[in-house]
């Protein structure tokens, strides 16, 4: 179990420099917002699995704020009306 957890962490950081990829290739914004909200759910689960291993409770806590703001941004983004003439319509 020891050993699984860096490589898992590993994993996960190769996921999130995936993800960067979509968001500066586009194409349009709610591309780049769903990359986002990946970046947010893959960090929250690197700081629980780090958590974990590293034996520090307070990772946990950081984890539990970054899903609550990961939270609000998805509702704003979802709640902002769409621009007129904009490139994403």
Do not use: K, Y
């Amino acid at each position: 179990m020891e050993s699984l957890l860096p490589a898992a962490i590993a994993f996960l950081a190769l996921n999130l420099a995936a993800g960067l990829v979509r968001v500066v290739r586009g194409p349009r914004a709610a591309d780049r917002m769903l990359a986002v909200l990946l970046f947010g759910s893959t960090t929250v689960a690197i700081l629980l699995l780090m958590a974990a291993w590293l034996e520090v409770p307070a990772l946990r806590d950081v984890a539990l704020l970054l899903v609550l703001l990961a939270t609000i941004l998805s509702v704003a983004f979802v709640g902002l009306p769409a621009r007129r003439g904009g490139r994403d319509g």
